[in-house]
T-cell receptor, first 111, second 115 residues
């Protein structure tokens, strides 16, 4: 089983749609969780950290369910510029700070 | 405040040559991480360094790969005797390293092509 699993997609949605991505992680001792965005052939950029209480940043909402070991990202009112690959990232619990990446979920927002 | 810098951005090597990839962390960051992204795959951790110390190299291939982060100057990822399978994007990230939840900021990457 992969340490971090994501549906690779692609998700093709029309502009204005709401889309949700899920991610599961295998190590129950993981402590920090993030969503990064990666545009084609570019570096990952932090979208948001994910907290147990859930957090929202404009059209983006992230949730963490520790009991079920999954993380979600909700994008409301999709824009063309949201087209990218969304990477679920888990920080290891071993204290070495390294990131474990999911393979990413590809989103394409259509006009 | 300049972000993480990597050079070169593109590097072409023939099989058997050496590749040297450089990474300068963000100002004030003392922790550097190297990740590799093979075509159509996710990023994989390679090595985590602090100044003059390798903290975790569990993701580094056992042979041909080495990394350093000297007291002065950038971090360097060195690949000796490159093979075609080394062709990938190599990303460097840095963080302040104060806590486990510190965000890592990524550089633009070096795309290595081995002919």
């Amino acid at each position: 089983r992969k340490e971090v699993e994501q549906d690779p997609g692609p998700f093709n949605v029309p502009e204005g749609a709401t889309v949700a991505f899920n991610c599961t992680y295998s190590n129950s001792a993981s402590q920090s969780f993030f969503w990064y965005r990666q545009d084609c052939r570019k570096e990952p950029k932090l979208l948001m950290s994910v907290y147990s209480s859930g957090n929202e940043d404009g059209r983006f909402t992230a949730q963490l369910n520790r009991a079920s070991q999954y993380i979600s990202l909700l994008i409301r009112d999709s824009k063309l510029s949201d087209s990218a690959t969304y990477l679920c990232v888990v920080n290891t619990p071993s204290g070495t700070y390294k990131y474990i990446f999911g393979t990413g979920t590809r989103l394409k927002v259509l006009a | 405040n300049a972000g993480v810098m990597q050079n070169p951005r593109h590097l072409v090597r023939r099989r058997g040559q050496e590749a040297r990839l450089r990474c300068s962390p963000m100002k004030g960051h003392s922790h550097v991480y190297w990740y590799r992204q093979l075509p159509e795959e996710g990023l994989k951790f390679m090595v985590y360094l602090q100044k003059e110390n390798i903290i975790d190299e569990s993701g580094m291939p056992k042979e041909r790969f080495s990394a350093e982060f000297p007291k002065e100057g950038p971090s360097i990822l060195r690949i000796q005797q490159v093979v075609r399978g080394d062709s990938a994007a190599y990303f460097c990230a840095s963080s302040p390293g104060r806590t486990l939840s510190d965000t890592q900021y990524f550089g633009p990457g070096t795309r290595l092509t081995v002919l």
